[in-house]
């Protein structure tokens, strides 16, 4: 029903490439210009009802009634088309109401999650920046747990990134490993430039949101590393259409995507790699992340702790020849695995109810404390705010009494190095 960083958009052309009719019924607008192909003509006028109801103050009833009954026959109309659908969590026609009805029908359903749509409030960065909480974050996950169990009862199968399947509690397939479509059809052309070969390295750093990619940090980091000797210059885009991010990615030598991620190659960072430009990515995950995922599943990048990100910036400014195969590694990691077509190929073997046994990962195993886009000690006080407003049932998580203690115990100590593992 929209769009996350092109992922939708790039799966249906993986469909297409299979020789699968595909559609994507985009009702969303497309400010960052990721839409690669028009969907159904009818869909055009549901996303016009859908942006009058949102500007209309007065007529607001009107317009809504219009909107429901137009996508009800929407509803209607795709029963009659299509055999399987991929939603984002949280979208659907009828506001998770028809989901049941999919799923009686013998439709297919896979629901793909992006990370803060399953993501614990009180380790959404992006949440606690906004005030998010104490009692409101326990609210709100409660809120978010109410929603993938919905999910659950009706779905054919979920999609989920092992670090953020805190409040599941169905087996999940690992994102990882159905990975990201990407392969825009600019970055033949825009792969051709040369790296840099004298004067400052261009060092790229394209946030969705300055707050909780760490900007800031990022900033500081590369002013720490130009006076420590390294000849770099940051570059900061934001906000701009993909094919201008697309554009100042073929114009770097490497990029800075995050400060506090859980994931080694996110959207902006799986970009760079498809040009053959490596990535910085900080974060707290990557040992838990590697307990869980198998070597050859994780993508290559240059991961790292936040305190450490300086550091990094140094070494791949410093060691041409480890830059440029890191860059290498990274574009034949995506060209082979997380092309549109080799995407969409796993998508249908999970249709097929075909996944193998190692695609698949049990939220009971989750142990990640840290969550995304803050630091070590806010995620810690945000966990204390949570239990002491509403206990330990507040962090959501109380069918995993190992992962809720290791939830009390890094909130209670501040550090993940002083929590047993199970």
Not at 50 to 66: F, G
Not at 116 to 122: A, C, F, L
Not at 256 to 282: K, M, T, W
Not at 343 to 364: K, Q, Y
Request: aromatic fraction near 6%; glycine fraction near 8%.
């Amino acid at each position: 029903m929209g769009e996350t960083a092109g992922y939708c958009g790039q799966l249906v052309e993986g469909f297409r490439e299979l020789g699968v009719r595909a559609d994507h019924l985009d009702l969303a607008p497309d400010p960052l210009s990721y839409r690669t192909a028009r969907g159904p003509a009818h869909v055009d006028v549901v996303r016009w009802l859908e942006q009058r109801r949102r500007r209309s103050t007065r007529a607001r009833p009107a317009w809504t009634l219009l909107h429901r009954a137009a996508m009800a026959l929407l509803l209607v109309h795709a029963l009659a088309t299509y055999d399987a659908f991929v939603f984002r969590a949280g979208d659907s026609f009828l506001g998770l109401r028809d989901l049941p009805l999919l799923r009686r029908l013998g439709k297919r359903v896979i629901v793909v999650f992006f990370g803060s749509d399953s993501r614990p409030s009180y380790l959404n960065g992006a949440e606690v920046a906004r005030g998010i909480t104490g009692s409101r974050a326990a609210a709100e996950t409660a809120a978010k747990r109410r929603i993938i169990a919905r999910i659950e009862a009706s779905a054919t199968a979920i999609v989920c990134h092992t670090m953020t399947a805190h409040l599941h509690r169905r087996p999940v397939v690992a994102f990882l490993e159905l990975g990201i479509p990407r392969l825009a059809p600019q970055i033949g052309a825009l792969a051709e430039r040369a790296p840099t070969e004298h004067g400052p390295l261009r060092v790229l750093h394209a946030p969705s949101r300055t707050v909780d990619k760490g900007t800031d940090v990022v900033r500081a980091a590369v002013e720490e590393a130009r006076n420590a000797g390294a000849n770099v210059e940051l570059e900061i885009v934001t906000g701009r259409p993909n094919r201008e991010v697309l554009a100042a990615i073929a114009a770097s030598d490497f990029v800075v995507d995050q400060v506090y991620s859980d994931s080694p190659l996110a959207g902006f960072a799986a970009e760079a790699a498809a040009l053959g430009r490596p990535a910085i990515v900080g974060g707290y995950a990557w040992d838990d992340l590697r307990r869980v995922t198998p070597a050859e599943v994780v993508p290559p990048s240059h991961v790292c702790r936040p305190e450490d990100l300086a550091d990094a910036i140094r070494q791949l400014a410093g060691d041409h020849v480890y830059r440029r195969e890191l860059g290498e590694r990274s574009r034949r990691y995506v060209a082979e695995r997380w092309t549109p077509s080799a995407v969409a190929r796993r998508f249908l073997t999970l249709f097929a109810g075909e996944a193998p046994e190692s695609w698949w990962f049990d939220p009971a195993r989750v142990e990640y404390t840290h969550g995304m886009g803050m630091s070590e000690r806010t995620a810690a006080e945000s966990i204390r705010a949570v239990v002491e407003t509403s206990g330990a049932a507040g962090l959501g998580v109380s069918d995993k009494p190992d992962l809720e203690r290791r939830l009390v115990e890094f909130a209670a100590s501040g550090t993940a190095s002083d929590v047993a593992g199970p």
